[in-house]
């Protein structure tokens, strides 16, 4: 560190005084997890590790980034597809700081996390690890998450930036994207965590973004980020991203990880020397680690400690309040642990948890519950039997004896509960799923079962959605827990027997088959490049823009009690609209509900989705409970992406409100009139004639002129809105110069344009 007795030194005055060889070692790494420590110089090193559901801490001899080595216990919380599914900021920030204090217990600084990508296809491998198709949850619920852990003095790392939404040909792949599906899908939830938590590191993505490698995007890592985001934190790599380390460093690009064992460096100080990359640029990355190893530092509590029980109560509550009921016919569940019934238990998920997803995110647990243990204990008064009914990863296993086994044992049972799902070698990182199936066995064990008993509760395990249509129908009662982590088992037996109430609401569509989902034509394309031509119609935006029936819809999710929604009203001011509703508990159970509030903006210049989330807040309720609940829509989340513009625009025109339990279950409307951003394309000779009109200069003008023409036709000229009229809107206005009845010649076409330049900044201006 610094010698106290002398003034403290700034990053960039320490990394003056580095040789070029010292400043290009500093932005790598040194071995797997840790960057290279200058001690004389100041400069600490900061240890990383793996994120983002538990800490996946390997000492450097055994390091790996693709889950095949072992760590050491920790924590394993619920994935962040189960943390999304409860939509609660609050516990979201609790996670944060729970894996903050065992990141300080373990001298770790910055933790690789949280995942924001947005879920295109169910297929992607790596869906567990991210939070929702709708990038405003992600982003809210990011936020929360490295707030919650920079508040205990561990760093994030949100990742991976930017769209990393599939694994196959994720190191070089291509995600070609039109401007706005990138500014209003794929964006956004990095935005909003860089703008609400200033994470200390941003995590580049091993893809190309239309074309360019994100390790090396000067459009993404510093015109976007830095430059419109303002972003002053550290930049790095994924592991093993850099493709070239001069061109990564002048994109923005600041520290390479892991070690390239010396030969980014070496390109780095090369490219200096021969006038390819400037010091500058060297000298900006190795002033940001410094600052980055220097606060890391400031940070660090050798003597901290963390409670693993109070971590795995935490790990419960996550998991209880996750996991979504998709359907309780007759009020199957919960079960009643009093009553000495028969609970036929099937499924080798019961016994063996799958509790967290393959790769780099994988935690080895401080403990494990499973959750026929957990119904055992919760239920004494019933009889229990098992049967692990079909093998999971293990081909060798007899199936078929398997299989009768467990019909047996649900033939003679009052109620059977089936703990069904993905086996791990199904979704990774690394590799995508071929389809969302079950397993052809479990469906088959499923079809058995509910023939002979259909007192039937399904509990699902998967990351990534599965197909419920073609057998949900004949299942009562279906829990989709997810990856409920390390305590998963017992969050399961709470609910079952409603020692906690479900929660939990989609963060994600379940459609009816793979064929319906909106990447479906184009996924994981082809020659090294995937066309995202469904541009903005990602998840519901999809399903609601062609009207399609769903599974179960983004934002749904049953409780044991239900919820009533009265009183609706908005309130706008220059910055948003509070929108404020009253909601009431009309059951006999105390229970969360999620309030999601949806915009429907008009789109006179673009398309824009039929709603869209912008807004929501949890609430619990006792029973007979009235609480009114506020959720602030901010202007900004209002507008749209203007390519032509080049910015951000409000329409001026109502602005529907929909309140609802889910995002096909809206409960109340009201329209809010909204003032628009002033905007208007200029426009040139080559402008269509609705450009013309369109602008405040050149309108006036041209609606003189065909008010004129019209005149000289009387009765023949083209009604308003007529086929005709809408054929002169379209013309280019120098096309219209060229028919014989229109007052117009060139000169005049050249004058009018000139007008409109010289009035530029009268007439268009967009709010930022
Ligand atoms: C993953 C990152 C992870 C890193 C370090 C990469 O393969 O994509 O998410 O943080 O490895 O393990």
Not at 339 to 360: D, K, L, M
Not at 512 to 541: I, K
Not at 640 to 663: C, K, M, P, Q
Not at 743 to 757: A, I, K, N
């Amino acid at each position: 560190m610094n010698n106290p007795n002398q003034p403290a030194q700034t990053p960039g005055e320490t990394v003056a005084r580095l040789s070029l060889a010292e400043k290009a070692d500093l932005t790598t790494g040194a071995g797997w997890w840790h960057t290279i420590a200058h001690p004389d110089a100041g400069i600490p090193e900061i240890r990383l590790s793996d994120g983002p559901h538990g800490l996946r801490l390997q000492n450097d001899t055994q390091a790996d980034h693709l889950g095949i080595n072992n760590s050491a216990p920790a924590t394993c919380f619920p994935p962040a597809v189960t943390l999304a599914s409860t939509w609660d900021t609050d516990l979201a920030g609790r996670v944060g700081g729970a894996l903050a204090r065992e990141c300080l217990a373990h001298g770790v600084h910055v933790l690789l996390g949280p995942g924001v990508n947005i879920k295109r296809s169910p297929l992607c491998g790596r869906n567990f690890e991210y939070f929702s198709e709708d990038p405003l949850l992600s982003g809210v619920l990011g936020a929360a998450w490295v707030k919650g852990l920079q508040a205990q003095g561990v760093g994030a790392s949100v990742k991976h930036f930017a769209a990393n939404n599939q694994e196959t040909g994720r190191m070089s792949v291509s995600a070609d994207i039109d401007i706005r599906a990138l500014r209003e899908i794929y964006l956004p939830a990095f935005r909003r965590v860089v703008a609400e938590a200033e994470p200390w590191t941003v995590m580049c993505a091993y893809n190309r973004v239309n074309g360019v490698h994100a390790s090396e995007n000067p459009w993404l890592l510093t015109d976007v980020l830095r430059g419109e985001w303002g972003y002053d934190g550290l930049v790095v790599s994924d592991w093993g991203a850099v493709v070239d380390r001069a061109r990564a460093l002048a994109a923005g690009l600041d520290l390479e990880m892991p070690s390239s064992s010396g030969a980014g460096p070496a390109r780095a100080v090369t490219a200096v020397e021969s006038g390819e990359l400037s010091e500058e640029a060297l000298d900006r990355s190795a002033a940001r680690v410094v600052a980055l190893a220097r606060k890391a530092a400031t940070h660090a509590r050798p003597d901290a400690a963390y409670d693993p029980a109070a971590h795995h109560d935490l790990a419960r509550e996550v998991a209880t309040r996750g996991a979504v009921l998709l359907k309780n016919d007759g009020a199957l569940l919960p079960l009643d642990p009093d009553t000495p019934q028969r609970i036929a238990v099937i499924g080798e998920f019961a016994r063996t948890p799958r509790y967290q997803g393959e790769g780099s995110s994988r935690v080895t647990p401080t403990r494990l519950d499973d959750a026929l243990t957990s119904i055992i204990e919760a239920a004494p008064a019933a009889h229990v039997t098992f049967a692990p009914g079909f093998p999971v990863d293990a081909p060798d296993v007899d199936a078929a004896a398997l299989h009768e086994e467990a019909v047996r044992t649900a033939e003679s049972a009052d109620v059977a509960v089936l703990f069904l799902g993905l086996p791990p070698s199904f979704e990774s990182e690394g590799y995508d799923r071929e389809h969302i199936e079950l397993p052809t066995e479990q469906s088959r064990l499923l079809a058995a079962v509910v023939a002979v008993n259909p007192n039937a509760v399904v509990v699902l395990a998967n990351g990534g959605v599965v197909r419920l249509a073609g057998w949900i129908d004949d299942v009562p009662a279906v829990l989709e827990g997810w990856l409920l982590g390390q305590a998963g088992g017992s969050a399961t037996a709470d609910l079952l027997f409603g020692r906690a109430n479900p929660s939990g609401r989609l963060a994600e569509t379940i459609p009816q088959r793979l064929a319906d989902t909106p990447a479906y034509l184009a996924w994981p394309g082809e020659n090294g490049h995937v066309a995202y031509s469904e541009g903005l119609f990602v998840g519901y935006r999809h399903y609601d823009a062609r009207d399609m029936p769903v599974s179960f819809p983004f934002g749904h999710g049953l409780s044991y009690t239900t919820f009533d929604y009265a009183d609706l009203r908005v309130a706008s001011d220059a910055a948003g609209i509070d929108v404020t509703v009253a909601v009431t508990n009309t059951g006999e159970r105390a229970g969360h509900e999620v309030v999601q509030v949806y915009v429907a903006a008009p789109g006179e210049r673009v398309r824009r989705p039929v709603r869209e989330l912008k807004g929501f807040a949890t609430v619990c309720l006792t029973p007979g409970e009235t609480q009114n609940v506020t959720v602030r829509v901010a202007r900004a989340d209002l507008a749209y992406f203007d390519t032509a513009a080049g910015t951000w625009l409000v329409e001026g025109l109502d602005h529907r409100i929909d309140v609802g339990s889910s995002s096909r279950d809206i409960r109340l409307t009201a329209t809010v009139p909204v003032k628009g951003d002033v905007y208007a394309e200029e426009p040139g000779a080559d402008s269509t004639v609705a450009v013309w009109l369109a602008h405040p200069v050149g309108g006036p003008a041209i609606e003189a002129l065909l008010l004129r023409v019209q005149k000289s036709m009387g009765d023949a000229y083209p009604k308003e809105r007529s086929p005709r009229h809408r054929m002169v809107a379209n013309m280019r206005l120098s096309q219209l110069a060229q028919i014989p009845i229109v007052p117009l010649g060139f000169d005049d076409v050249q004058q009018l344009v000139e007008r409109v330049r010289s009035a530029a900044g009268t007439g268009g201006q967009a709010t930022p």
